[in-house]
């Protein structure tokens, strides 16, 4: 059965990102966490208005994630896209980023961006890759490297 993907709301919605969160920073390399998750109570004040986060659901648990924030009025920023390592190879993680990218044209962004490490996530930069995304001057900083900087534009 292939996932749903659906927007991150309410209570429940916001618990099971967390938990995808929590997940996806320890399948991370060390060197390329955040170093923290965000608690729900920040989660629900974060992903509002120009911001979303999605959740990928199979079977009626969580198995993937992405959100959405803005970068600035005109552009904005793609995170956290994870798939729980059993659930990948079911298109999960192409139906966020497209679910992200619906979300990002609606709310009025004329570019989204994201920052990926190519050669050791390299299975997401082909996705970025095949979905339009371009390599791009850093946009902002990072606290990896090296990172790869990609864009999208959306009109």
Known sequence: MAAMVRRAQGDR???LLHRIFVDYEAALPRDLRHG???EITELRHTFVGRNAAFL?????DAIGCVGVTALDAESALLLRLFVAPQSRGLGAARALVLAAIAFAREAGYRRIVLDTEKARLNAAYALYR??????CEPWGAVTYAPPTFMELFLD
């Not at 990928?56 to 009626?60: F, M, Q, S, T, V």
């Open 56 to 60: 990928a659901i199979r079977d009626g």
């Open 13 to 15: 919605d916001f618990r």
């Open 130 to 135: 095949s979905l339009g995304f371009a390599e």
């Open 36 to 38: 923290s998750v965000p």
